[in-house]
T-cell receptor, first 114, second 114 residues
Framework: DAGVIQSPRHEVTEMGQEVTLRCKPI?????LFWYRQTMMRGLELLIY????????DSGMPEDRFSAKMPNASFSTLKIQPSEPRDSAVYFC????????????FGEGSWLTVV | AQSVTQLDSHVSVSEGTPVLLRCNYS??????LFWYVQHPNKGLQLLLK??????LVKGINGFEAEFKKSETSFHLTKPSAHMSDAAEYFC????????????FGTGTSLTVIP
């Protein structure tokens, strides 16, 4: 079975540019999570969705960040405008909201803003 | 409220010796507990999970963990370390009663000395 699929795997962009990260969750999963990982702050939950609806976006750092989930098989995380401090690995993850749920991670999108 | 404490930020063992990575949790209900492993430049991979079945849980690559409710612990062990075990390990607690949120520990970096 295909796991969580993220794209791009690596992106280098200039400060001020718009960045869009994409995620395809595991089919049938009704929860989708966006995490950010840095050396300084570790793994941080940015936002999560249930049945395509954002449930908790309190981890989104500021208005430059936005996330959408237009359907059950696709989500985006957008940064506009990007700044060097946004450089990090962004993970998408999904889970099924039933007993014994497990969260499955994608391979991550490695973002460098110069 | 749920929380996870990984008691060691770094653990170093010699190849062939036992591994012990410690995790304590706080949960108001009956939690699900997980261990994930992250190899360098990779995503997080599920090692094992506990969901109120047997208290001794066996995972992949020879790892196992024991759920001890009285001690609120979920320590990860392996009888004999291999060089390929060098990675970051995350303990995670989840409780469906609190909306399917996952709470991550800060991680333990395992070094294996040849």
């Amino acid at each position: 079975d295909a796991g969580v699929i993220q794209s791009p795997r690596h992106e280098v962009t200039e400060m001020g540019q718009e960045v869009t990260l994409r995620c395809k969750p595991i089919s049938g999963h009704d929860y989708l999570f966006w995490y950010r990982q840095t050396m300084m702050r570790g793994l941080e939950l940015l936002i999560y969705f249930n049945n395509n609806v954002p449930i908790d976006d309190s981890g989104m750092p500021e208005d430059r960040f936005s996330a959408k989930m237009p359907n059950a098989s696709f989500s985006t995380l957008k940064i506009q405008p990007s700044e060097p401090r946004d450089s990090a690995v962004y993970f998408c993850a999904s889970s099924s909201g039933f007993t014994g749920n497990t969260i499955y991670f994608g391979e991550g999108s490695w973002l460098t803003v110069v | 409220a749920q929380s996870v404490t990984q008691l060691d930020s770094h653990v170093s063992v010699s190849e062939g010796t036992p591994v012990l990575l410690r995790c304590n949790y706080s949960s108001s209900y009956s939690p699900s507990l997980f261990w994930y492993v992250q190899h360098p430049n990779k995503g997080l991979q599920l090692l094992l999970k506990y969901t109120s079945a047997a208290t001794l849980v066996k995972g992949i690559n020879g790892f196992e963990a024991e759920f001890k409710k009285s001690e609120t612990s979920f320590h990860l062990t392996k009888p004999s370390a291999h060089m390929s075990d060098a990675a970051e390990y995350f303990c995670v607690v989840s409780d469906w009663n609190t909306g399917n949120q996952f709470y991550f520990g800060t991680g333990t970096s395992l070094t294996v000395i040849p």
